[in-house]
């Protein structure tokens, strides 16, 4: 993420299916620092999709573990997202276990993209430094049984994306109680965009994601994560 924008160009690897058993940033002025995810790799195993992007000074270790649980230590001056889950997103009700410590700038997040239009989304459960020096613009909050969540958007302009290069919105749910382990029922968090005017397209991959990253003229992260998708 070099500004942050954690978008991903993907590069789809199959492999064994079974029964299955799911977080920063970016305007332009100064965004954060997982750039695209133009390097990124996507893998299908056991029924999951494991996501796989670090740029940039990274020293980082994300490991794809049984069905759907995975690993990530770092500590880097660069940008990084490491998650499971699904090739298909749409309204899912995801439930996931583990731990996550960090410091800096990063998220634990449901990482999203759609199409048509293109939206690249976030609903970020835990958190380190959110956010530093981007111009996010809130769009009030919602509570619901799951808890409550603030409501942001941003704009890309011109940034890797899952369809090349483009221009596009970043919508971003961020839990006010944070938490690692629960219930995520995305359906909820598209109902209260859309009431926002917030249109989502097309869903593509979505994914329990760990991200980390360096902030413009800031501090890298460093941390450790395992979550584990029900």
Known sequence: MVQLSLLYALSLATGVLAAPSELQPRPQPQPRTPETKAASSLEARQGYYFQNWSEGGSNIRCINGAGGS???????????????????????????????????????????WTRNPLIEYYIIEAHADLAPNEPWTSKGNFTFEEGTYEVFTSTRVQKPSIEGTRTFEQYWSVRQEQRVGGTVTTGRHFEEWAKLGMRLGNHDYVVMATEGYTATGGPGSSGSASITLQ
């Open 70 to 112: 995975y690993t990530a230590d770092w500590s880097s001056k660069g940008g990084f997202v490491c998650g499971k889950g699904w090739n298909g997103g749409g309204a899912r009700t995801i439930t996931y276990t583990g731990t996550y410590n960090a410091t800096g700038p990063g998220y634990l997040a449901v990482y999203g």
